[in-house]
């Protein structure tokens, strides 16, 4: 059951948080309030109808409410250049306070995928996996939260797994994109989506009971 769903589709350099839709499609669940943990830093849609760091750590949530705690968060990763501090999508967040959510995405930094939980702003690596990324190409990256697992997919393979569950609420989806860069440069989001797994698949499968 999907929830939320946006293209990126609006005016260059519009900031995320004013995004309302327009010739975006999909787009629903997707108005895109900051987090208050940062609240003055900005992300922005591009030349390219995508979602790009405009500053260091902004933080948005999703306005779609998920109808349980297991969920798939998922978008395309568009490397420009590998540029920038960190990519991640977000699942299970609050939307005030103190940050805590499960965090997916790629730290330019290290050359690492990482599987993180942040808990009262501050970010544990639950685990990670090396590699490089290719100029010009488009990762889909999804994350997974069961209660049982969490677990980081990159084009369909699995690059990060945990059994934590720390964070149990079932919070909103959302996006953190670090590090100033432009329409250029860094990594891209485009195509995010967000859905929940309803209770009679998850019965089936004997999945996160």
């Known amino acids: 059951m999907e929830h939320v769903g946006c293209a990126f589709t609006d005016a260059d350099t519009t900031d995320l948080n ?4 327009g010739s975006c499609s999909p787009h629903y669940g997707a108005t895109w309030p900051r987090h208050g943990v940062v609240p003055l ?6 030349d390219e109808n995508r979602a790009r760091a405009g500053a260091a750590n902004a933080i948005y949530y999703a306005s779609g409410l998920p109808a349980n705690t297991e969920q798939h968060i998922e978008a395309d990763f568009h ?14 967040m609050n939307t005030s306070g103190t940050l805590d959510c499960y965090s997916g995405g790629y730290n330019v930094a290290t050359g690492l ?25 488009t990762y889909r ?7 049982n697992v969490k677990q ?25 994109l670090s590090g100033t860069i432009a329409n250029t440069t860094g990594i891209h989001l485009d195509n995010f989506s967000a859905r929940t797994i309803p209770v009679t698949q998850r019965q089936l499968c004997g999945v996160g009971l």
């Open 152 to 176: 980081l997919f990159v084009d369909g393979v699995l690059r990060c797994t945990s059994a934590d569950n720390a964070i149990t609420a079932a919070g909103r989806a959302g996006v953190f």
């Open 79 to 92: 490397v420009k250049s590998v540029a920038g501090v960190e990519t991640n999508i977000l699942a299970r």
């Open 113 to 137: 995928w990482i599987l993180a939980k942040i808990v009262a702003s501050v970010s544990t690596t639950l685990q990670s996996s090396a590699a490089t990324l290719t100029v010009g190409a």
């Open 18 to 21: 004013a995004h309302s839709g």
């Open 41 to 46: 830093q900005a992300a922005v849609i591009t």
């Open 141 to 147: 990256v999804r994350l997974e939260v069961r209660n």
